[in-house]
């Protein structure tokens, strides 16, 4: 089974993996990194901010691979870029450090969110972007793994989507 296309049409370009939490360090985490660069602009309006300014700052593949590890709890925000780096083992420039380090509470920590709440979050851009290139909504319950109820309720919040825009 071809794991990146929804069905067997290669015009459609909605990849299975959206069914589910990929596991880490495997092909269908590098299709959702893949995913999430293409569509940078949308993913990153729809995740949390601290998962996106470490997206936009170090990568999706980090992110993703900061949320297996540390995802769904504080984690400490040192003062300068190195020790960080060295906790966590992120590469990340001293300038777009402090813009993270910024949003930190008064004991140094910045809340990172659950792998799965941010692959929700981008289940959920994907979704949108289907539906507004006319997806019908029995292709997206097969391929987002979601009902039928939740498609409608995605529908009826957004307003109608058509052309790309809500009416």
Same mark, same amino acid.
């Given at each position: 089974?071809?794991?990146?296309?929804?069905?067997?049409?290669?015009?459609?370009?909605?990849?299975l993996l959206f069914?589910?939490?990929?596991?880490?360090?495997?092909?269908?985490?590098?299709? #959702?990194?893949?995913?999430?660069?293409l569509h940078q602009r949308y993913?990153?309006?729809?995740?949390?901010?601290?998962?996106?300014?470490?997206?936009?700052?170090?990568?999706?593949?980090? #992110?993703?691979?900061l949320m297996y590890r540390h995802g769904g709890r504080k984690i400490y925000m040192p003062k300068d870029a190195s020790r960080f780096g060295k906790l966590y083992g992120v590469n990340i420039t001293e300038?777009?450090?402090?813009?993270?380090?910024?949003?930190?509470?008064?004991?140094?920590?910045?809340?990172?969110?659950?792998?799965?709440?941010?692959?929700?979050a981008i289940r959920r851009a994907a979704m949108q972007m289907a539906m507004r290139e006319n997806v019908p909504s029995q292709e997206l319950t097969r391929t987002f793994g979601v009902s039928m109820r939740n498609i409608r309720m995605i529908r009826s919040s957004s307003g109608k989507i058509k052309g790309g825009e809500a009416v």
């Open positions: 089974m071809n794991n990146t296309m929804r069905n067997d049409d290669p015009d459609m370009d909605y990849p069914s589910g939490l990929p596991a880490m360090r495997s092909d269908n985490e590098t299709e #959702l990194v893949r995913f999430c660069e993913v990153l309006a729809s995740m949390p901010w601290a998962a996106s300014e470490i997206a936009g700052v170090c990568g999706f593949a980090t #992110l993703f691979h300038f777009d450090y402090q813009k993270l380090a910024k949003r930190a509470d008064t004991s140094g920590h910045i809340e990172l969110p659950s792998a799965w709440g941010v692959f929700i």
